[in-house]
């Protein structure tokens, strides 16, 4: 997930960049690293960086410092619960919902989400929607990304 902040280059650009980083493995945090950018890095189990969710260090953030976008890209719990925290702040949200493509033609409806109330496919409308404007509660529900178990038939 990368929120960035609302200072501009003279070109235009948004400058600096800030990322917060939820992986467990060194190589991928490296990557971000070489980029120069600030970095939170974050673990739930505090394996490797800060021990706690995204949504612990991006509240910091917010609450510290002006940001003008956040982009989410991850579990869809994660975006979900990142876009609930963002909407609170009043800091526009885009979340990525690719991994949930099949086909990529919207043949097989897999990856229908509702947006705004209406009925998108992610691999034909997406993968990138406005956080506030998807409905991931009943996405998650849809896609059985509940914490409740499933009996075996």
Do not use: W
């Not at 260090?57 to 510290?64: D, G, H, P, T, Y």
């Amino acid at each position: 997930m990368t929120s960035i902040p609302g200072d501009r280059t003279p070109n235009g650009n948004l400058s600096p960049v800030e990322s917060i980083v939820v992986s467990k493995e060194e190589r991928q945090v490296q990557l971000f690293r070489q980029l120069e950018v600030k970095l939170y890095v974050t673990t739930d189990d505090g394996s490797y960086g800060e021990k706690g969710f995204v949504t612990t260090v991006l509240e910091r953030v917010l609450e510290q410092e002006k940001v003008d976008l956040v982009i989410a890209v991850g579990p869809v719990m994660m975006m979900k619960m990142t876009s609930l925290l963002t909407k609170k702040h009043g800091v526009p949200t885009l979340v990525s919902l690719n991994p949930i493509m099949v086909d990529g033609t919207g043949m097989c409806g897999c990856c229908r989400v509702s947006v705004n109330g209406q009925c998108k496919f992610t691999c034909v409308d997406g993968p990138i929607f406005d956080g506030h404007a998807v409905d991931l509660t009943s996405f998650c529900l849809v896609k059985g990304f509940t914490s409740k178990k499933k009996n075996a038939l």
